[in-house]
């Protein structure tokens, strides 16, 4: 890879996505872009993440920068589950996804002194039934308030899948594969 940054702007806040960034061998920095991230009317997950990603992009990062940005859902039955914030709406979030399969769409922004790209990647997530006292032990741990969907497959919620067809990084919040393949064709090298 070639490019002159060495350092990869991660437009997020979010400790899953720089984990994974770290552990693929990327030196980052952190811009954390405030952007409103209501879903607009008759929106589709895929529409919503791309548009989402791109916004946060463009709000802290320059042309020309190595900069990636990212937004991830939970899609079930074309609906839309974001993150909770509360334990009520974690309750039926959980409730809703126990024993089905929900789709985890994630929409990714990146610059690079090539240009700017956007992609989506979505993974298949296949559930077990839960007990409503499983849920609420879960919600109890805290966990599910900042997650899409209300779980993280890199917690507890690891113990809810079935099955998962696709990324498993994109279910964590970044598909890095499809990342660093993408960041190598906009110039950038950012690894260590």
């Known amino acids: 890879m070639t490019g002159t940054q060495g350092r990869l702007i991660l437009a997020s806040g979010s400790p899953q996505r720089f984990s994974l960034l770290v552990e693929a061998g990327f030196e980052l920095e952190v811009r954390i872009p405030d952007v409103d991230e209501s879903i607009q009317t008759g929106e589709s997950a895929r529409s919503l993440v791309e548009r989402l990603a791109i916004k946060k992009l463009d709000a802290v990062i320059n042309v020309g920068e190595c900069g ?16 909770p914030g509360t334990p009520e709406i974690a309750l039926e979030m959980l409730q809703t996804l126990s024993g089905k399969t929900h789709e985890v769409v994630t929409g990714v ?9 956007s992609l989506i990647v979505a993974t298949q997530v296949k559930w077990r039934e839960l007990t409503k006292e499983e849920i609420v032990s879960y919600i109890q741990t805290g966990e599910p308030l900042d997650k899409a969907g209300g779980y993280g497959i890199q917690g507890g919620g690891k113990d809810f899948v079935v099955s998962f067809e696709g990324s498993f990084d994109n279910i964590v919040g970044l598909p890095v594969d499809e990342v660093i393949s993408c960041l190598s064709e906009l110039g950038c090298d950012c690894s260590k």
Do not use: P
Request: hydrophobic share 40%; charged share 30%.
């Open 68 to 83: 990636l940005a990212a937004d991830t859902v939970v899609s079930i039955n074309d609906e839309i589950l974001g993150k």
């Open 109 to 117: 922004a990146l610059s690079g002194s090539k240009g700017r790209r």
